[in-house]
């Protein structure tokens, strides 16, 4: 950390702040520059510090120099993870895709997505059981029935199946039924689920929050790492910002950039990226492009009729088309050096 | 509801949107526009519909015309709604003050922030026992031996306790304690937990996710609502923006908006919505000024060794201050026809 | 547009809104809901109105149905614009790739960079002559005689030039020198500098502002083409958004989104849009998988020395090797049906 | 600054960077940490240094530790600066509030403005003659013809006038007319013009871009005060963020952060900040409350027939009743210790 005093700071506040720097275990490095002072906290102990140090007389700002989080990073493990589970490669090499309707609605629904997507080329099942709804008037989801209809949908094409958990009291529940934990964007900082999750014999497919930082992200997967759990994706689905012709802004420099500081696979979901179905299709194109290990695609036989996101579901022959494109960049991209 | 159709829409494709709009149990009404064709979608049914209808071919858009929250609406209740619990009164003409640490850490810095806060005109003891913390690696607070303080707190000082609770197993444990339950920004949308807060019997402190929409907040209240609770307040924190110099962007006209669309009182946090101890003293005068129905403020006994959150909290003389021009301000205004 | 009636309007307001409406010159068309009344007001007057309506009383919300910009639409003009001078191409099929440095330095920096970018494929030079930089005391580019430099590499290369302009009196001197006018995302709303290049033969690249959404850029673009010059490509660089990690936020929606809208062409600037050389190469892959029309990347022969962007200048090689993906991503996306 | 070194950066990378900072002229003085090596780079070089030195092999990150901004800045100039012109009078304990028309229409609406202004208490005119409009098909200002009438205005009421200035051609002509130069937010960043008004005698407006940050806004006042004008004003008026009830979103704690950072005085703008006329008066007096040295409000005789801006301007009534909260709030506070 870079402790940054005030330009007119007096020396009595700078002697105190490496007081408090040493009293924090780590060692002090003054450096007086032309117009103001700095002082370097050398040592491996992290945030916490930082809000006790920035709250000193004199203090300009606390500059911090390490990233906070560790076992996620790609210092601590250089080689890429491969997230595996039943018919589900994501990462290292592989990629994923996660396909099927936003809701489970009913058997013939989900079984017709299930076909459908396995035909088109997808590598696992999507479909929502719990589903959180902005408003308490919107369908929640069929809830166990939703599971065990996903459960028959793998029993007949193979795929694993990837579905939402959204409580703690559910884990147990969902991980009986599902091969992947899906946690939402609305419960990536829901700290106890992701315990719960990181308790768990089962991959887990975190969503990135709609406002959360690379840093956020990196620590909440943080929270199911510690808990034993090594198995987590990271998943991109667009964050809220000013732009409203889509329904939010989909960034894929998260792909690279995850990529460049942890081993964790990087999933696209393009779907919920742009809300809007013609717009899918070329972004998932892009999301392999840019190098992403696996992609989250919302596919439902008849969008016009489905109970949530329709807006945003493909076809299954849109679908289809999608993983033409899609393998057709993977390919070309495999042949370049 | 109205869905406008694409320039191009064949008549057959309105014809077919007129059927899915009566279908679903609502009236359509056809208007030709010089360049394109819209249909009015008449009646009472709200969200669901939006998202089946968006997906229809030759749809443009659909734009809804009903807010879809029903019960926080003033259209509903006109009259403001009061909360009030002990010595906490917050709405309908009551200024309300909530103030302590962010972190209970000690008997004696809880029992001297209670102290120092109720001097100087606090309503209400502030305390977080139960902590969301970013990493894994930061202090996560005392819990139960938190809750205990805070209530021993409020044994000598009188001052009503607001903590927050963050999983639904905890709701009954903290409600056990605490006079108000907050939900954190980062459990806004937390819906199994919005649910339990909404059955017992304790006013909750719901704050806004630091990207949600207002509509968002609304719907989430309309949860707690829903499950009979009434006595909610909303509370502005600030939200995520490009803006690096503050922790969040403060936007007080939420308070104005709000107290248009609804019944329910608004606090303003100018601790959270800052990040710095000198913005706060005149960000609250300004919240009131807005005219806010509470405050939520961070005080610490000394800041600098406070294990959370020490530079945005005002010591107990800061926050003596802040009072006397908070209630200039209130006053000033109470006496403005 | 749609006058939406507060729920307790009068049948007094409801019957002025109607005179408003019709004073204005379009048809009113009344629409009696469940809980509110609406008006549809019909013909083809657009943005002023809307806010004149808005203030009427008891009037909630005017929304808009018509988008407010015309020539650019792609309902106006249904087949895409090709742009085109010198050896650049762009739209409709054509895929043409603009690089160089961020500013003119020398002409050895500058030949070097030409015959660089020629070599891996290229189709136009960019440099900077005019810089508009964000400090007084950063560089602020080499003026007339940068723009001497660009011709002179163009006369070795026969590469096009593309070149800022940055205020109306220096237009009549960049087109002198440069086959394509770039006006700066800070300037895109500067609307005497967008008549003035709508005035001359050049084409214009039109980069988006930092904060513009689609709507705004189209309607700079409609400045440009209202002054007779229809040869404008319109620039994605990156968006402000609560990301530190990267520059800007670069989304690549913005190229199927603007395709579906206008029939300009759409170039993407991977460099301002990541502000990181490593992120480039992916999201250059990526863009042209999206289905951009063109590509604009900073190359510097020795970025560590750049006077400008050097953090996010590719050299000679790593170009040379983005090319090479790019190359690869359209050919594959060509080769499907 | 600091060069903050990758992890694994060897130490020939350490001992290049150590020699490119002593190239620029500054002092190294490199830092052994226990995870990487840092190096503070000492004296009073600025922001074209960071740009180099970050692309570095083997660099992480480069941090700066000064401001980049200096005449602007309180260090430099520790006592408030107070604007001020004619009947104007900003800063250093003033309080000035601009009053006015979005646009001047006609003789009579801007009489009708400027004497229901003035007796309410403004102390300045504002008023559009050239107007910057988003769509070239919306009303664009009566120009010199409206600079004549503001001249009008003044004559008979004493009121300054601060009126827009849009480019370089006009600044002359308008500086002819107006006391006060506005610079809208399109145009924080037009390099040129703000050349331009530095380099005259009258009072600058400098509206802070929808998305410029702190930073920004200070460097292109720095542009101005670096011509030789040293009357600037800085303006919030709110930025672009994912809200959309309200027009902007309005962030007061600009109005601290300024005057901590800088002796301009920093004015508020709840018309345009909020875009809805039932926002203004509570957002008014909470920038009052926080601080604000003025206010700039859209006031119109009859704001539903206004050319532009109707829906966020004040009828005279309101604006009086806006007065009397604002005076209320100004003298509570100035009488608080």
Do not use: W
């Amino acid at each position: 950390m870079i402790v940054v005093m005030e330009k007119n700071a007096t020396s009595e506040q700078v002697a105190h702040m490496v007081d408090r720097v040493q009293q924090l275990g780590l060692k002090a490095h003054v450096i007086e520059g032309t117009e103001r002072t700095v002082i370097a906290a050398i040592g491996d102990k992290r945030e916490t510090m930082r809000e006790s140090l920035a709250s000193g007389e004199g203090v300009a700002e606390v500059v911090p120099i390490l990233a906070p989080y560790k076992v996620a990073s790609r210092e601590v493990k250089p080689e890429p993870t491969c997230v595996e589970r039943g018919s589900l490669k994501v990462g290292a090499g592989h990629l994923g895709v996660i396909a099927g309707p936003c809701s489970v609605e009913s058997e013939e629904q989900i079984m017709e997505s299930a076909r459908a997507v396995k035909a088109a080329g997808a590598t696992a099942l999507r479909g929502g059981a719990f589903k959180p709804r902005t408003s308490p008037y919107s369908f929640q989801g069929l809830k166990e029935e939703g599971l065990r209809l996903l459960a028959a949908a793998r029993e007949e094409t193979g795929l694993a199946v990837v579905t939402e958990v959204m409580s703690t009291e559910d884990v147990e529940l969902v991980a009986n039924y599902a091969d992947v934990l899906q946690i939402g964007a609305r419960n990536m900082q829901n700290y106890r689920l992701l315990e719960a999750v990181g308790g768990v014999d089962r991959p887990v497919l975190l969503k990135r929050g709609a406002s959360a930082t690379m840093e956020e992200l990196l620590l909440a997967a943080e929270y199911i790492l510690n808990e034993g759990n090594p198995n987590v994706m990271l998943c991109e689905r667009g964050i809220r910002t000013f732009e409203s012709h889509t329904r939010f802004t989909l960034p894929l420099a998260t792909v690279p950039y995850l990529q460049h500081k942890t081993h964790l696979p990087v999933v696209i979901d393009p779907s919920h990226g742009t809300g809007h179905a013609y717009l899918v299709p070329p972004m998932a194109a892009a999301a392999v492009a840019a190098g992403a290990d696996g992609l989250i695609i919302e596919v439902h036989p008849s969008p016009e009729h489905a109970m949530s996101d329709g807006y945003q579901s493909l076809t299954p022959a849109q679908f289809a088309a999608t993983m033409v494109r899609v393998r057709a960049v993977a390919q070309a991209l495999a042949a370049t050096p």
